[in-house]
């Protein structure tokens, strides 16, 4: 059985410019919601994509965006980059939509917007 | 609204000794419980869920929790710690009211000294 991978480690943008995260879910998942860490904060709920739909949004801006693909694997697209974008970027994948469903998470990605 | 707050910043305890992190939940429907672990440079373990049924609920690693609905608490035990468990520790949660977000704490740091 896979893990939850993410695409790159770490990542270094200026601000203004785009970025895209990716994302493979964990053998079996059709599930993915994506995260921004903070430094010393919890996880904050960016969106989740079941079956290659937008199924929620948490409060981020409409430049934070995301896709589904087929084999379930997600990417999160972020435009016009701000200083506080700053972040880890988490993936997490699920079986299902069911609200008990632990969540498998991924290692991250480090952006550093300078 | 749904919410969760972590009092504790930081616990430290020696190891061979229990440890208990605390954690506080406010939702609008029947609460899904769950307690995360993240290590350095490392994305988010699942340690243990509450959903249903018995309050004692037991998880990876030798950690437990109790649910306390009174108290709309959940707190993280261990009846003896280790150096090892030194880490970052989340409480997050969902309701049953059709919701797909979930709350993460801030977190809490704990310490184990040996």
């Known amino acids: 059985e896979t893990g939850v991978t993410q695409s790159p480690t770490h990542l270094i943008k200026t601000r203004g410019q785009q970025v895209t995260l990716r994302c493979s879910s964990q053998?079996?998942?059709?599930?993915v919601s994506w995260y921004q860490q903070a430094l010393g904060q919890g996880p904050q709920f960016i969106f989740q994509?079941?079956?290659?739909?937008?199924?929620g949004r948490g409060n981020f801006p409409p430049r934070f965006s995301g896709l589904q693909f087929p084999n379930y694997s997600s990417e999160l697209n972020v435009n016009a980059l701000e200083l506080d974008d700053s972040a880890l970027y988490l993936c997490?994948?699920?079986?299902?939509?069911?609200?008990?469903?632990?969540?498998?998470f991924g290692p991250g990605t480090r952006l550093t917007v300078l | 609204a749904q919410s969760v707050a972590q009092p504790e910043d930081q616990v430290n305890v020696a190891e061979g000794n229990p440890l208990t992190v605390k954690c506080t939940y406010s939702?609008?429907?029947?609460?899904?419980l769950f307690w995360y672990v993240q290590y350095p440079n490392r994305g988010l373990q699942f340690l243990l869920k509450?959903?249903?049924?018995?309050?004692l609920v037991k998880g990876s690693y030798g950690f437990e929790a109790e649910f306390n609905k009174s108290q709309t608490s959940f707190h993280l035990k261990k009846p003896s710690a280790l150096v090892s468990d030194s880490a970052l520790y989340f409480c997050?949660?969902?309701?049953?009211?059709?919701?797909?977000?979930?709350?993460f704490g801030a977190g809490t740091r704990l310490f184990v000294k040996a």
């Open positions: 997490a994948s699920s079986s299902g939509l069911a609200e008990n469903n632990e969540q498998f």
């Open positions: 053998s079996g998942h059709n599930t």
């Open positions: 994509y079941y079956r290659e739909e937008e199924n």
């Open positions: 939702v609008s429907g029947n609460p899904y």
């Open positions: 509450y959903i249903t049924g018995d309050n």
């Open positions: 997050a949660v969902r309701d049953d009211t059709g919701g797909f977000k979930t709350i």
